[in-house]
């Protein structure tokens, strides 16, 4: 007589879990997230996937080219060029002048003198703002990665839920088949063999 063997089928439940920011669908064939579309993590995501090369790079090359750069040198220069020549000209240029006690030429030279100190001012604050703008790069990426980090946790733990209901809802079927008598099958075959040796000596003996 045959065995019987049993066959255990497993089907996961169809199952959908969701929050504001993430959802993750669970059947059979596995479980596929995403993030809801439009929502913060959605954006952070697709900025940084995006961006960050553009970022990368600006941290490694900071250049005085960005908009904010630009605002803050144009505005530090007229700051600076506008003060400083009214101070020499209130404090020194004028008094004396007032006295008869400066030529044209020694305020030609107080000009060019106010020039070079402010060129070498400016200089100095070029330097100190591309420092300033590779820190804040810098900052912003560490800022943007934590919220892509925190996006994939979420996710995770979307697929977690998605799969722990899912295997919960799951359903067991068992079904029973008829395996081959083996040892039924060996006499059978050791028959054979007996029989096809008998006629083998018969028509032996009479060759």
Known sequence: MGKSSQTTTKVYGNTTTSNPYASSTTNNSGTTSSFVQGSALDTVYNFVNKNMDSLLNEYLNPSLNSTTNQAKLNSFTNTLNSETQK???NNIINPLSNRNMIRSSQATDLYKN?????????????NELLSESQDNTASMMNNLLNAYLQGYNVISDMQEQSLATSNGNATTTTSSGSAGNISSGLASSNQLVNILGNLASIFGKKL
């Open 114 to 126: 106010l020039s070079d100190t402010n060129t070498n001012t400016i200089s100095s604050y070029i």
């Open 87 to 89: 101070n020499l000209e």
